[in-house]
């Protein structure tokens, strides 16, 4: 969404790059540069100007005149100021200190309401609550069967007593729920209510009569990224006719321009909670307006790539792995490079996960060019082989390469590539493994290290050249182990050469700790 906005603001600060010193005409200009991309990435104007403002002022301070590199306390200065509008820390959920929480859900006609009460469901259950969803939309045709559909996919629990359709009271349905959460020991309700246009007069008092009845510690707005100004104005009417304590960003993975991202929190002083960035209901999780001004930037986000890993590796894996790596390539065998596989797949979008490592977008059209098939097909051709031919893929000849070619449904050439890409890819990781691998890179923590490093000492260590004769290099070592003993038996102690231990005096300052 933000791909416009980050090649912008990266032409502008490369234009910077090499200046040793800013006269106040390159910050005009940068300035001016910045504001012309969050314009056109439809960001509200007065918080186009808030910002320009907030930029130019502490880039004419000291901080940046005094710099050793302006051009990059330029970029911090942006970096800081797009987290102050994105909503500056991240803000947690509040809950209830006895009985259960309620979560109402509020926002516009096909914003994306039911789908996102399903993927918050299914966010709270990872975090170790017991959430239930309550069918409050009663107007809008199936949307009862829609939200049963979502609460099965994301494994919660479901109350929905009345059909829909027209059919039924909303406001009670709501206020039976917390009952009914409380009976059956749920410790979250999430209430789905009716889309709204921020006219409709009739169902924004129907949202204040269910806010009174069900008194929800939090009223979430959910706000469809892609529509632009218009979503940031409906939340404005929304706030001042109901109110509301929190923002909920949906398709965020769309091709808009994300204006209402960057407007919404500044505008209506109510701090972005969530995101939802794809279909899928794994494809949510909290907002952090530090990370997101990271990714506008090019900056990228491993912090959240190092929380996907962690919710979906193991640490006994890992260890595994790396003492196999650290054994030898052989130790690493197809099985494993299809458990490896398998584990980043579960951790979403392959194009997704390379997007939020630092310096990606130089490569943006490459990334999202990405077949996100070719795993499928990869996994494919590893599970038509044989046991043996998985543990050692020499054995794999052209025979077994038809069978397998047959089995997986890909030509006979995809797999010869495999099996040499593995191959490839196995001595890489030995190698950056035992530390010899990568130039500069050391090794990699308990797995033993710097194969490389130990062949240099080794090499320093010889000295004088040995004797290509072997009688007379056996002598030359003979000798050099006789020079070793008379050396430790005179100078025990590895005192400098001519010193003897009768002859080595300790410093004055030491004596008085000798009696």
């Known amino acids: 969404m933000f791909d416009t906005l980050s090649d912008r603001l990266a032409a502008t600060f490369k234009n910077l790059r090499g200046k040793g010193r800013l006269s106040e005409a390159d910050i005009d200009a940068t300035a001016r540069e910045i504001r012309i991309a969050l314009l056109e990435a439809d960001v509200a104007l007065p918080v186009v100007r808030a910002f320009i403002k907030q930029v130019k002022e502490r880039s004419l301070g000291a901080e940046v005149s005094q710099a050793l590199n302006p051009a990059q306390q330029v970029i911090k200065i942006v970096n800081d100021e797009l987290i102050t509008i994105l909503g500056g820390e991240t803000r947690r959920l509040r809950f209830a200190?006895?009985?259960?929480?309620?979560?109402?859900?509020?926002?516009?006609?096909?914003?994306?309401?039911?789908?996102?009460?399903?993927?918050?469901?299914?966010?709270?259950?990872?975090?170790?609550?017991?959430?239930?969803?309550?069918?409050?939309?009663?107007?809008?045709?199936?949307?009862?069967?829609?939200?049963?559909?979502?609460?099965?996919?994301?494994?919660?629990?479901?109350?929905?007593?009345?059909?829909?359709?027209?059919?039924?009271?909303?406001?009670?349905?709501?206020?039976?729920?917390?009952?009914?959460?409380?009976?059956?020991?749920?410790?979250?309700?999430?209430?789905?209510?009716?889309?709204?246009?921020?006219?409709?007069?009739?169902?924004?008092?129907?949202?204040a009569d269910i806010r009174d009845a069900v008194q929800p510690q939090e009223i979430l707005f959910v706000v469809d990224a892609m529509i632009g100004q218009d979503a940031v104005n409906t939340a404005e009417a929304f706030r001042d006719g109901v109110g509301f304590?929190?923002?909920?960003?949906?398709?965020?993975?769309?091709?808009?321009?994300g204006g209402a991202a960057l407007s919404v929190a500044h505008v209506t002083g109510k701090q972005v909670m969530f995101a939802s960035n794809g279909e899928k209901l794994d494809d949510f999780d909290a907002f952090h307006p530090d990370r997101m001004a990271s990714r506008i930037l090019g900056m990228g986000d491993?912090?959240?790539?190092?929380?996907?890993?962690e919710q979906t590796f193991s640490q006994?894996?890992?260890?595994?792995?790396?003492?196999?790596?650290?054994?030898?390539?052989?130790?690493?065998?197809?099985?494993?490079?299809?458990?490896?596989?398998?584990?980043?797949?579960?951790?979403?979008?392959?194009?997704?996960?390379?997007?939020?490592?630092?310096?990606?977008?130089?490569?943006?059209?490459?990334?999202?060019?990405?077949?996100?098939?070719?795993?499928?097909?990869?996994?494919?051709?590893?599970?038509?082989?044989?046991?043996?031919?998985?543990?050692?893929?020499?054995?794999?000849?052209?025979?077994?390469?038809?069978?397998?070619?047959?089995?997986?449904?890909?030509?006979?050439?995809?797999?010869?590539?495999?099996?040499?890409?593995?191959?490839?890819?196995?001595?890489?990781?030995?190698?950056?493994?035992q530390g010899g691998g990568?130039?500069?890179?050391?090794?990699?923590?308990?797995?033993?290290?710097?194969?490389?490093?130990?062949?240099?000492?080794?090499?320093?260590?010889?000295?004088?050249?040995?004797?290509?004769?072997?009688?007379?290099?056996?002598?030359?070592?003979?000798?050099?182990?006789?020079?070793?003993?008379?050396?430790?038996?005179?100078n025990p102690l590895g005192l400098p050469a001519g010193e003897s231990a009768q002859n080595f005096e300790l410093p004055d300052e030491f004596k008085k700790f000798m009696g």
């Open 302 to 309: 491993m912090l959240s790539l190092i929380e996907k890993a």
């Open 316 to 433: 006994d894996e890992a260890e595994k792995m790396a003492a196999k790596l650290a054994k030898g390539p052989k130790e690493f065998t197809l099985d494993d490079f299809l458990s490896q596989m398998e584990q980043v797949r579960k951790m979403g979008s392959i194009s997704k996960l390379l997007g939020m490592l630092p310096g990606m977008g130089q490569i943006k059209e490459q990334i999202n060019n990405l077949d996100e098939r070719d795993v499928d097909r990869t996994a494919a051709i590893i599970k038509s082989m044989t046991p043996a031919e998985r543990q050692d893929p020499t054995i794999i000849n052209g025979s077994r390469r038809a069978r397998i070619a047959k089995g997986s449904g890909v030509d006979v050439s995809a797999v010869k590539n495999l099996v040499e890409r593995f191959f490839d890819a196995r001595k890489m990781m030995s190698r950056m493994a």
């Open 245 to 257: 304590d929190g923002v909920v960003l949906s398709k965020l993975d769309g091709d808009a321009r």
């Open 438 to 490: 990568m130039p500069g890179m050391p090794g990699l923590p308990g797995m033993g290290g710097g194969a490389s490093r130990k062949k240099k000492q080794q090499k320093q260590s010889k000295g004088k050249r040995q004797s290509g004769n072997p009688m007379k290099r056996k002598a030359e070592e003979q000798a050099a182990a006789a020079r070793r003993e008379a050396a430790q038996a005179d």
């Open 97 to 207: 200190k006895s009985g259960p929480t309620v979560i109402m859900l509020a926002g516009l006609q096909g914003a994306g309401k039911t789908t996102l009460a399903g993927k918050l469901g299914s966010w709270l259950k990872k975090q170790g609550h017991a959430p239930l969803l309550v069918a409050c939309d009663l107007q809008r045709p199936n949307a009862v069967n829609q939200l049963g559909v979502v609460a099965e996919r994301a494994g919660v629990a479901i109350f929905a007593p009345e059909p829909g359709n027209g059919v039924g009271d909303p406001v009670q349905v709501a206020k039976d729920s917390v009952e009914h959460a409380r009976s059956k020991q749920y410790d979250v309700v999430i209430v789905d209510t009716a889309g709204r246009l921020g006219i409709d007069a009739e169902l924004m008092q129907q949202a």
